[in-house]
């Protein structure tokens, strides 16, 4: 495994949200929390911080919010969701340049500049039918976080709660692909155990909502957090003027591993 932090195909891994960098990296953005493994939490205690946040996160069906998701300061996103009156708002920043995300209702609308091949600059329609299952956008319960907590909740090996500060370990391995924080070995590497143990430390706010996600720069992987704020805000959603039915070559440029 290499020490750099590599883009996992900008074309193929930032779609719809999903944020994706190889393991490895030389940067080390804040937030910056201690990188040693906590000490473990028994299976009892475990899984009771695990409902703590799952109903942390009641709130994506419930209210409108933001989510910001940072790996590496290398790949950002910064979306307003607003699943119950069906509106989106997403930005995607990477090197080489940004993809905007819109949806209202049915309708998905996306703009990649320079990202994608073969596409245009033009805002175009997409068939959410062909979009990649992982990266599907959707306002239905269970697959309508822009901020992908559910993949990190699922992947927690321990956890104990201080509070409103919890602390524990997760497995890098197992956080897998879609909307927020995803990892991957760099091109033929796997994973390190240590990554399989690796540290993260989340925040409640005063009503219980989830409200921040952080992982370490440790074992070969990069800096990532994901925060979540603005509940209850109003999200406005242009439909873009001009809109052209996305060209059948961007269908297999979305989601991870060039396919989909």
């Known amino acids: 495994m290499t020490r750099r932090a590599t883009l996992a195909g900008i074309s193929v891994g930032l779609l719809l949200l999903g944020c994706s960098v190889g393991t490895g990296a030389e940067r080390d953005p804040e937030p910056r929390i201690a990188s040693e493994p906590t000490a473990s939490a028994d299976a009892a205690s475990t899984a009771e911080v695990v409902g703590l946040l799952r109903a942390g996160t009641a709130f994506v069906n419930q209210t409108s919010y933001r989510s910001d998701v940072d790996i590496a300061s290398q790949i950002t996103s910064l979306s307003h969701t607003d699943n119950v009156n069906k509106r989106l708002n997403a930005t995607i920043t990477a090197p080489g340049g940004t993809i905007e995300i819109r ?53 927690i090996v321990d956890a104990r709660a201080d509070g409103r500060q919890i602390t524990g370990t997760i497995d890098a391995s197992r956080i897998g692909v879609g909307n927020g924080i995803s990892f991957r070995p760099d091109p033929g590497g796997v994973f390190p155990d240590s990554a399989r143990r690796h540290p993260f430390r989340a925040m409640l706010d005063t ?10 720069q440790a074992s070969g992987l990069p800096n990532a957090s994901l925060r979540y704020s603005d509940f209850g805000s109003t999200v406005s959603v242009v439909r873009p003027a001009g809109a052209v039915v996305a060209p059948d070559a961007l269908y297999p440029q979305l989601g991870l591993g060039g396919g989909g």
């Open 103 to 155: 949806m209202i209702d049915d309708d998905v609308y996306l703009k990649a500049g320079q990202l994608l091949r073969g596409v245009g600059d033009q805002w175009l329609v997409l068939d959410p039918a062909r979009v990649p299952a992982g990266f599907a956008l959707s306002f239905a319960p269970g697959r309508n976080d822009s901020g992908g907590s559910g993949r990190l909740i699922d992947a």
């Open 207 to 216: 009503e219980g909502r989830l409200v921040s996600f952080l992982m370490p």
